[in-house]
């Protein structure tokens, strides 16, 4: 399904892949728009490199959304940017909570790198063929992933002591 009707560059892009689903989406600050596109993962990679050779060359960002309650569960979410003429795409695709595996995009974008092991660390989103998917914020040694719905967040008792006032 595809909504890209004025807009000749995105028809072009989604057109060798079926299952794309294409809307049209508006910022809430501005008059301008930009294209939300979900793919399945395994056209992840092709599509990135599809992206990048009509145009879409600029990597913004990579982040991965827990849709808890969701199936499939895991979105990993990709923004490009084309400066000539200067447009945006978002790119989504989604990953069960018991496969949450989505092959890297390293070797398209290098600024990837950082974004994937950021959504390792904090979701366990697994990106095979990263060349160094390590934990990125957390300590090695920490167990589990702190963004993730499901996370148990604990409790550290806090000590109050008097205020300063001298009482």
Request: aromatic share 12%.
């Amino acid at each position: 399904m595809t909504d890209t009707q004025n807009n000749e560059t995105i028809a072009a892009l989604v057109e060798p892949f079926d299952s794309t689903v294409v809307s049209e989406r508006a910022y809430a600050s501005s008059n301008s728009s930009y294209f939300m596109i979900s793919i399945p993962r395994d056209e992840w990679v092709p599509f990135a490199e599809s992206a990048k050779a009509i145009g879409f060359d600029t990597f913004s960002d990579l982040f991965a959304i827990d849709h808890f309650t969701d199936a499939p569960r895991y979105e990993v979410v990709l923004n490009l940017v084309s400066m000539r003429p200067v447009e945006r795409i978002v790119v989504s695709t989604r990953v069960p909570y018991d496969d949450p595996v989505v092959p890297t995009l390293t070797n398209v974008f290098q600024g990837a790198n950082f974004y994937e092991r950021e959504a390792y660390d904090m979701m366990g989103i697994d990106f095979p063929g990263h060349p160094d998917l390590t934990r990125i914020l957390m300590p090695d040694d920490w167990v589990g992933h702190p963004l993730r719905k499901d996370y148990d967040i604990g409790a550290i008792p806090v000590e109050f002591k008097l205020g300063s006032t001298g009482e």
